[in-house]
């Protein structure tokens, strides 16, 4: 138990100097170990009351893989930017390798040994986006799932606007999942407000990646928004 404490504190050595990370933790089982890699930082830093990210990226080889170690504390809107950025830079550097793959980094609460999820596929869309108005511009695309529009405010979450809380989270998902007909498979949205901390988005992911539905699949695009510019939102 002593190891697994540890293991929610990261530490950096940079430029001589050590640096804590809290990762995020979830009850999740995720990749526990992966060869070859090199890791980006992006630590919580505060500057006259506003948080950023602090992100320290030196010591990565764009011929391995890429571990993303980030405070648990930030906000999406500190970083996915720079994770835009990172990913694009570790496909297309002149040394990029094929098959190296972006994770992120996490305690699984469970096994209590640090976890890693992939996310190469992931993209996001910002500020005015949400899923269900992506799905409603393009029906036909979207005709033959079962759409289920997940949404994470920083105090809630919602499941097709019905809130429930982090506990009962990924039951009530299962429960809704068991009603899908075999015909149209479900395909799971993920909505985020753009203040959710990392902690939260996390804890989203790792649960709807671990569902075991066989039925199910995720949008690999993610809607990072900012209430203030979506009209008709449940966003509280």
């Known amino acids: 138990?002593?190891?697994?404490?540890?293991?929610?504190?990261?530490?950096?050595?940079?430029?001589?100097a050590k640096t804590e990370?809290?990762?995020?933790?979830?009850?999740?089982?995720?990749?526990?170990?992966?060869?070859?890699?090199?890791?980006?930082?992006?630590?919580?830093?505060?500057?006259?009351?506003?948080?950023?990210?602090?992100?320290?990226?030196k010591?990565?080889?764009?011929?391995?893989?890429?571990i993303f170690n980030i405070d648990k504390r930030?906000?999406?809107?500190?970083?996915?930017?720079?994770?835009?950025?990172l990913k694009y830079k570790h496909a297309n550097s002149i040394h990029s390798k094929e098959?190296?793959?972006?994770?992120?980094s996490y305690a699984d609460t469970v096994l209590g040994k640090l976890s890693f999820l992939e996310f190469d596929l992931v993209n996001y869309k910002k500020d005015s986006f949400l899923s269900k108005h992506t799905v409603?511009?393009?029906?036909?695309?979207?005709?033959?799932?079962?759409?289920?529009?997940?949404l994470t405010t920083p105090n809630n979450i919602y499941i097709n606007s019905k809130k429930v809380t982090t506990k009962t989270f990924k039951s009530e998902l299962l429960k809704l999942?068991?009603?899908?007909?075999?015909?149209?498979?479900?395909?799971?949205?993920?909505?985020?407000?753009?203040?959710?901390?990392?902690?939260?988005y996390l804890f989203i992911k790792t649960t709807v990646y671990n569902l075991n539905s066989e039925n199910t699949s995720v949008n690999n695009t993610e809607f990072i928004f900012d209430k203030m510019k979506v009209q008709d939102c449940v966003c509280d």
Not at 30 to 46: C, D, L, P, R
Not at 136 to 147: G, I, V
Request: hydrophobic share 40%; glycine share 2%; aromatic share 12%.
């Open 99 to 104: 098959g190296m793959h972006n994770y992120f």
């Open 21 to 57: 990370i809290k990762i995020p933790t979830a009850p999740e089982k995720g990749i526990h170990e992966i060869y070859n890699h090199s890791e980006v930082w992006m630590f919580f830093k505060t500057v006259n009351n506003d948080t950023i990210a602090e992100v320290n990226r």
């Open 1 to 16: 138990m002593k190891n697994f404490f540890s293991i929610l504190l990261l530490i950096a050595t940079i430029s001589c």
């Open 177 to 200: 999942l068991k009603t899908t007909p075999l015909q149209k498979p479900a395909k799971l949205h993920l909505n985020f407000n753009k203040n959710v901390l990392y902690q939260k």
């Open 136 to 150: 409603a511009k393009d029906s036909s695309t979207y005709a033959k799932f079962t759409n289920i529009h997940i």
């Open 74 to 85: 930030l906000p999406l809107k500190t970083i996915i930017t720079p994770i835009e950025e």
């Open 59 to 66: 010591n990565t080889i764009s011929t391995t893989h890429w």
